[in-house]
């Protein structure tokens, strides 16, 4: 049973990942994306980590894709980018993605031989994960946090009207 | 895997049958708020019965429309997001306790479908979800003023699911927990002695904010900008037929979900007073015993009970109150309602630490 969700939802996920990829609609780009997100967190639930799934669904899927889902229906943009500048961003990204690719490569290939120890059942509960974002990795989460709020602040400075002189 | 299939089924055709029910409730308390008898004509070789008879008409009346699509939009993303929005509102009723077990011959049955570990956020990942039916049908239906009408639905649902997550998460510090059931379980104990101890009275607070988060999500009066059927070009115009009957019922479901889980993280659940395993006990000195099968009846209807007295709750309020202004909603989600829910967080971890 569980072999087959994760094969199903596997499947779903690299498949929604290529059309969002493959798609000319930035629309259904986006919609293609959320799709993917839904299949990430449960696979996140499957391997007994049910809060990261729900958080996954929730901030991922339910609120940070509705936004771009506003801007790109707001905007409605057709035509997309012209053939000169398409060819510009062609080669740079193909060099940044295949560095992506061998650095997942070095990572991964320590973890796809399996591991004796196994994973421990509570590994993805919110009290374990609570714990170790609070103490052994205080200093990273607190960051981030800043950076968050810097990045909010930010946008709402560049949003905001200038007032007149 | 049989039984978890029986208990969904179980559950589902509950909710779907109470959620239809609710339209002929709403109809007919509206009436008598307004002095008027209310739907009444729908028979059955002449028996009218309090016009009961009302919602199945309207379901076939629904069934039988034309199903519309209009010219230039996308016929499978058109036809998909009404069942968007229905199908994650319907999932939700899977994680909501009725009862707590129910012992035939000798193995245990608890009366909920899955008792997840993370409960609370999977009904907010699902509610959340369920923000695609509006924006979705908005764009699709190839019109502008329905795309505003999306657009603007969908921003205040995410609006107001801010104050819905963070008014919980002052439950969630009482009842250190994320589960329906463990949450109920909490709620059993007593206070002084006497008092049962429901979130209602170690969450006043949050109660008021998540009840009016919820009806803003139910996008009922007075937070009914998404639709405003009399006024204002809603998201679902260019819907016909069932489909549209599908975003209406939503709307019901939404009420009774509502009520669900008001029933279970503020006010005990299936809870009785004083209620054990094995029969009364008062405070006030006094068992009155009772057997297995009883006290289970006993449960399961005072959570019905429950949920009927806050449908009954959402009525009055959409009734009593005109709509709200757009610029008026905005503020009133985020200047009002999450600074004092964040009031509410920091309150409760003061008290708590006393």
């Known amino acids: 049973m569980a072999v087959f969700l994760f094969i199903l939802l596997s499947l779903t996920c690299i498949g929604s990942i290529l059309g969002m990829i493959l798609s000319k609609n930035q629309a259904h780009s986006a919609l293609y994306l959320i799709l993917a997100f839904v299949c990430t967190g449960g696979l996140f639930g499957l391997m007994s980590a049910p809060f990261i799934a729900a958080v996954q669904i929730i901030i991922y899927a339910g609120a940070i894709m509705v936004l771009f889902i506003f801007v790109i229906m707001m905007i409605d943009i057709r035509k997309g980018l012209s053939p000169e500048r398409k060819k510009w961003i062609l080669y740079p990204s193909l060099g940044i993605g295949l560095v992506l690719i061998i650095e997942l490569i070095f990572i991964l290939s320590n973890t796809l031989v399996p591991s004796k120890a196994g994973t421990i059942e509570s590994f993805g509960s919110p009290k374990t994960l609570g714990k170790v974002l609070f103490t052994k990795y205080l200093y990273p989460f607190e960051i981030t946090s800043v950076l968050i709020i810097a990045a909010l602040v930010g946008a709402i400075v560049l949003v905001k009207k200038k007032e007149e002189k | ?354």
């Open chain 2, 1 to 354: 895997m049989i039984e978890a299939l029986i208990k969904f089924l179980c559950a589902i055709v509950w909710f779907l049958l109470l959620s239809l029910y609710l339209t002929w409730a709403e109809r007919k308390e509206s009436a008598v708020m307004q002095d008027r008898v209310g739907a009444n004509r729908a028979n059955f070789f002449g028996f009218r019965i309090l016009g009961l008879f009302q919602p199945l008409a309207d379901a076939i009346k629904m069934m039988t429309k034309e199903d519309f699509t209009p010219a230039f939009s996308k016929r499978f993303l058109h036809n998909l997001a009404p069942f968007l929005s229905f199908f994650f509102v319907a999932v939700t009723i899977s994680t909501i306790p009725f009862g707590s077990h129910l012992m035939i011959g000798g193995k245990e049955f608890r009366l909920q479908v899955i008792d997840l570990n993370v409960g609370i956020l999977f009904v907010l990942a699902l509610l959340a979800l369920s923000i695609y039916g509006v924006i979705l049908s908005g764009w699709v239906s190839n019109n502008r003023w329905t795309l505003l009408g999306g657009l603007r639905g969908s921003a205040q649902l995410i609006s107001y699911e801010v104050a819905l997550g963070l008014s919980l998460i002052g439950i969630i510090m009482v009842f250190p927990s994320l589960k329906f059931s463990e949450i109920v379980g909490f709620q059993s104990e007593l206070l002084f002695g006497w008092l049962p101890k429901w979130g209602v009275f170690l969450q006043p607070l949050g109660l008021i904010i998540f009840l009016m988060a919820a009806m803003a999500e139910s996008e009922r009066v007075p937070f009914d900008l998404p639709e405003g059927e009399s006024e204002i070009v809603g998201f679902f115009t260019e819907y016909g037929g069932l489909k549209y009957g599908l975003y209406m019922f939503t709307d019901f479901m939404k009420v009774l979900i509502i009520a669900c889980l008001l029933t279970t993280l503020f006010f005990g659940g299936y809870h009785v007073p004083w209620l054990y395993a094995d029969g009364f006990h008062f405070p006030w000195g006094g068992d009155w015993l009772l057997p297995h099968g009883i006290v289970v009846l006993f449960q399961v209807i005072m959570f019905n009970l429950k949920v009927f007295f806050f449908c009954w709750l959402q009525i009055l309020i959409r009734w009593t109150y005109p709509r709200f202004r757009y610029d008026q909603l905005m503020d009133f989600g985020w200047k009002f309602l999450i600074p004092l829910s964040l009031f509410n967080i920091a309150a409760t971890a003061v008290l708590m630490s006393l």
